[in-house]
């Protein structure tokens, strides 16, 4: 696969749009909590037998756990078109914490540009496998050769970002 590196201003170039995928996401997500808290409660009540349908609550039941598979479908592909779709990554505990890795070149290697959510600008960077932990200060010298593409760009087999794949037909807002 050959993916292109992000350079510094097309990762801040994003940032506004990011912030707009995370308000839709904490939407998708707030309703995925509604429901599962109200399974929740209804498994508590009837346990198993709630799924008999005989029992009182079981067309709540089944309405209930269908809007949690919306709730997850619509997240899921919001995700996959909106990050992943764009070339990004999503770490463990991104989606939680509002971070995003940016996949870029320095001096030969592929690293990520990191920004967590409420950031005004990209001022951070790290290994590939450094994560949150090991971010470092982004400094004007890293700016400069960031992204480069008058180089040539190493094996993107190093970075764990799903393919990039054609968008959904269907669009989920």
């Known amino acids: 696969m050959s993916r292109r590196p992000f350079t510094v201003n097309q990762a801040n170039a994003m940032l506004p749009t990011l912030e707009e995928i995370f308000e839709r996401l904490d939407n998708h997500r707030a309703t995925w909590t509604q429901h599962h808290e109200r399974l929740q409660m209804l498994d508590a009540m009837w346990g198993d037998a709630v799924e008999e349908p005989r029992n009182p609550d079981h067309e ?17 592909q919001v995700v996959k078109r909106d990050l992943f779709g ?17 996949p870029t070149t320095l001096e030969g290697r592929w690293v990520y540009l990191c920004w967590r959510r409420g ?45 990039i794949e054609s968008p959904p037909d269907d669009d989920v807002r």
């Open 60 to 76: 709540e039941f089944l309405g209930e756990r269908s809007q949690l598979q919306e709730a997850s479908e619509a997240i899921e």
């Open 86 to 102: 764009q070339g990004l990554r999503l770490p463990s505990g991104g989606l939680e914490h509002g971070i995003v890795d940016f």
């Open 119 to 163: 950031e005004i600008r990209i001022t951070h960077w790290h290994e590939i496998d450094g994560g949150f932990r090991g971010r470092q200060e982004l400094m004007d010298e890293h700016v400069i050769g960031m992204g480069r593409m008058d180089e040539d760009v190493p094996d993107d087999s190093v970075i764990d970002i799903p393919p």
